[in-house]
Structures are given as C-alpha cells and as structure tokens.
C-alpha cells in the first residue's frame, strides 16, 4: 500500500529524470555532435504531459492548492466547513470532466500522428484520461484525511457511491452529461457568459481553489451554452502542456532545490559578504547582492526567501540589526528573482503572451539591477539612521578564499545568461544546462549530492511543478469561454472610455494589478488577469516585452503587501518571526520598488532597448 501512494512519485520522478537525460543529449548532440536530434524535443514534450498530470495528483493527494483565504478565514468554523465542502465537490466534479474529456480526446486524436516518433498523438491525451482515475483516488484519500479530521460534512462513502453510479451511467448513455446540461431545458443567450464568471469570482473569493474554480466556470459555461463545443476546447487542457517553452519552469525549480540542498547558497551568501558586509549597511546589502546573484540561478521569488532566507536573517541577527530590518529587506530582496534572467515568471508570461522568452529575459536585466541599486539606497539610509556598527571588514585573503569557494557556483548565471545571450542555446536548454550543472556541482565539487537526494528533488520539483500546470490547464481552458465572449474587447472597450492614451492606459493597469495584488497571490494573478489584459495592451499599441516586465515588477509588490503577501509569510516561518514585523520592515521598501515601477512605466525603453539591441525587433 505504501508503494501505491508514492507510485506517482516513482513513475513521475523516473519520467523526469528521463526528460533531463533527454534533454542534455539534444543539447550535446546540438553543440557538440553538430546533429541535432529531430525526435528529442517531441518525446520530451510528450513525457512531460504526463509528468505534469502527475504532478497534479500530487497535488490533490498532499492538497497543495492556491486559493484566496482572505475571506475564508473571516468565516465562522460552519461557513468555512460548508465552503471547504463546496470546494471538495468542485474539486471532484473536475476531476470527472477530466476523465470524460480525455476518454474523448483519445478516440478523437488516435487518427492524428506525431511525426518525429511515428506514434499517434492520442498517447498524449491518453495522460489525462488515465490519470483521472489516480487523481480520483487520491481525492478520495485527502477527502478521507478532511472528514476525520471534521473539515468536511458529507462522508467518503458518499463521494465513492456517486462516482460508481456515474460511470454506470456513462457506461449505459454516453451521452448523459450533453442530456443533462441546462443548455436542453433554457436559453440563457448573451448571459451564459456572464453567469459563469460571475460564479467563479464568488467561489474563488470564498475559498474554492483558483485552478479548480477556473474549471468548473468554464464548464458550467459550455453546459449553459454548447455543450458539443466543450469536447473541442478540452483539448486546450493538455495542449496548453505541450510547450517546449513551460519543460523550463521544472528544470529551472529543480535548479533552485539542487543548489539550496548541495549548500551552494551558503557559498553565495559568504561570497557576498565578503565583499559588501564592512559597508554601512553591510550585511542588508549582502542579503540583496546574495538574492541578485541567487536569481541568476532559480529565477524564483520564493525560492530565494525559502532558500537563502534563513541564512541571510541569523547572518543580520548576529550583526546586531532588528528583526524587522531583517524580514523586510528579505522579503523585499527576493523580488528581484522574478526580474533577473532566467525567471520563471517570465516563462509563464511568454507561454500566455506567445512572446519570445529570451527577449523577456533580456529585457528584465536592467530593471532588475535598477530595483537592486534602488533597495541598497534605502538599506544605506535605514541603517544610517538607526546606526548600526560596521562589520569587520574581510581581508584580501579571506574575499579570495570567498570566491574560490564560490567560484564555480558563481559561474552558474553566467552560463545561463551567456548561452542565452549568445544564441547558444534556447531558454529551455539553458534550464537543462543549468539543472545538469547544478547536478555536476553538488555530486563532484562540493559532493553533497547522492543518487538518493537526486531523485528526491526531481520527485519535489515535479510536486512544486504540478501546482503551476493545474493552473496553466485551467486558465487556457477559461480562455477558451474569454476568448470566446470576447471579454478582452469588452474590457478594452471599458479602457479606453476613460484613457485616451497608452500611458494612461498603463497608469490604470498598474493601479488595477496593485489593488488585486494585496487579495490575489502573484502565480493566480498571472494566470487570472493577464490573459485579459494583454490583448487590451495590444489593441493599444503597448509593446508587449514591456508589458510582461512591468505586470511582473507590478506583481512582485503584491507578495510583499498584505493580507496575500506570500513573501511575508515564507519570510516569517524561515525567520522565526510574526508575519506583523516583517509586514513593519518591508514598508519602506516598497518605496524604492514602486518609484522603479514608476520610472519604466513611463519610459518603458529602458526595458525594451537591451532585447531589440542584442535580438533585434
């Protein structure tokens, strides 16, 4: 039994590590061979669907799901058990849309082929149809885990009934979810859309899951309107995972985990303080120079204050700073993660906006070191004021022995930018170079990392990964009922009343995300508003490398503002400290971080001249 409910991480785990192998031999083969490999991308495309479908029943089975709570936890202890339970059912009417839809998708797209590897593309859709029933058990096992534990009203009997009597009843009318649909027995017209957003921003601000409430809106919607036509667009829930671009965001999460779990971190940190600690202000400027260096590696905001975190508090503590500097300029440094390429943002960004991900990265860099310089201003001042002592300044010798030590970790973001820069290898290569390097370093320079720790980290990295492509699957889906409605023109339409320019246009865009990123986490925020307003940009001439620069600067101030500031918490479980002060600390930070925005908003060629000068327009 134990075996079984690991089985997705040993299947997944083993995929991905058949992904990473595949990979690194298109890349030598590319570079090195000069042949490239014509099927390699394919397979590791096709793979992935089914490492990422796995990925999501991890994250039902350990219910790793991103939802708003700030109305949830305001509810009475029976709201919040009627609004979990509402959840659970959701959760559950998903899952067997899923498998519905999938059983669908197979049969339609057996006739179609993949022609690198001569197989039928129904091999990729057969993942969704045939881990919805894994996914279904391990509903069953975390409803199970909730009831005991008296989250939930309705008994698991219940749940396991109602599922055999629908496959009992698919089984003799097939058609039983078109005789069902609401579509048959009214015509709502116009509204159908409207009805099913308007139930989805109630469900999700209650407390429903993001990803899940994205599903269940949009198939309410094809129910409310064209059933028939809800079979074509599922297939946008596996499609959207078949993207060479999203094989990146895994192998760049694992790159993070790899140099977190082979102590690689540390030796950044030491590095960094080497240099900067005997400043006033030192070792505050140590912990925004680590997170600078740091995201030329994981690209992630959180993994940085998870990561580099711990180190960089007990570091400030045992200089005598408070904990308030501590946890704000923490928090506040993880940000630029997100903005220094590679960043995973970005990634996701490119993949929602069809937009190259190189030019994203390029066009990241300056900003990022602007909001650098920019917080190391504010640290000076801080610490200026409060006077807090000079640390003992290192000597020749001892920075030396910091960048031996660090050396070839150090090297890390250089190859990864470099190869991008330098046209060598695409974005999601550089993912994989620099996952194999991270490997190359914990196992033989700092000999930290074991087969064993390996495989546990792509199972982890596979986990953390599964969140993200729940949320990719569901927004595409909802994008069909967007696109559809055509929702984006409307909102365009709504713009444009009231500016008559693309900055003012811009003014309102920032001010609408700042506002949604107090309530809404910046992964949900991504994947909920962007795809409505980037078309909005587009019709108003906003170049679109911009605007995936600004949103994602933009964004990365909601995680450091309550009542959703994901930084807050990671910063303050790490540091042993209430989320109250580091919410205190990180205030006069997000001045500097604001005043960036400002200044590229309006000129927004200080983002756009580093793509086009290196890549060309």
Known sequence: MKKFDKLEEYIGGSLFVVIFAILVLQVFFRQVIRTPLVWSEELARLIFVYVAMLGISIGIRKQQHIFIDFLFTRFSPVVQKVIFTISQIIIFACIICMGWFGKYLVAKKWIFEIVTLNVSSGWMYLAMY???????????????????????????????????????????????????????????????????????LV???????????????????????????????????????????????????????????????????????????????????????????????????????????????????????????????????????????PSISMIIYGVIANQSIAKLFLAGFVPGVLTTIALMIMCYAICKKRGYKKAKKATFK????????????????????????????????????????????GAFIYKELTLKSFFAHCVEAMSVSGVTCLMIISVTFFGDMIAREQTAMKIAEIFMQYAHSPLTVLVMINLLLLFLGMFIDALALQFLVLPMLIPVAAEVGIDLIFFGVMTTLNMMIGILTPPMGMALFVVAQVGKMSVSTVTKGVLPFLVPIFLTLVFITVFPEVVTFLPYLILGK
Not at 154 to 161: E, L
Not at 266 to 292: D, P, Q, R
Not at 321 to 330: A, E, M, N, P
Not at 423 to 430: L, S
Request: negative net charge.
């Open 398 to 441: 001892e920075q030396v022995q910091a960048f031996k030590d660090s050396f070839w970790a150090l090297l890390t973001p250089v190859i990864i930018i470099g190869g991008i820069f330098t046209g060598k290898f695409t974005p999601t290569e550089a993912a994989i170079i620099a996952a194999a390097y991270s490997v190359f370093l």
């Open 130 to 200: 045939a881990i919805s029933f894994l996914m279904m058990i391990r509903f069953f096992q975390a409803y199970a885990d909730n009831y005991k534990e008296g989250k939930v009203f309705i008994p698991t009997k219940v749940f396991i009934g109602l599922f055999v009597l629908i496959l009992v009843g698919l089984a003799v009318n097939p058609g039983m979810f078109r005789a069902l649909s609401p579509a048959n027995y009214f015509d709502l017209g116009d509204n159908a859309g409207v009805i099913a957003i308007i139930a989805w």
């Open 203 to 341: 469900i999700m601000f209650v407390g429903v899951p993001v990803g899940w409430s994205l599903m269940i809106a949009t198939i309410l919607y094809f129910s409310m309107s064209r059933w028939n036509v809800a079979m074509f667009a599922s297939a946008k829930l596996v499609d959207s995972l078949n993207s060479f671009s999203l094989i990146s965001v895994p192998f760049f999460i694992l790159t993070g985990i790899l140099m977190n779990g082979a102590g690689i971190t540390e030796k950044i940190f030491n590095f960094a303080k080497a240099l900067l600690g005997h400043y006033t202000g030192g070792m505050a400027h140590v912990n925004v120079a680590a997170s600078l260096i740091f995201s030329g590696m994981s690209g992630s905001a959180i993994a940085d204050a998870g990561g580099l975190g711990q180190l960089e508090i007990k570091a400030m503590r045992d200089e005598g700073y408070d904990d308030d500097l501590c946890g704000g300029i923490t928090a506040a440094s993880c940000i630029i993660g997100p903005l220094v390429p």
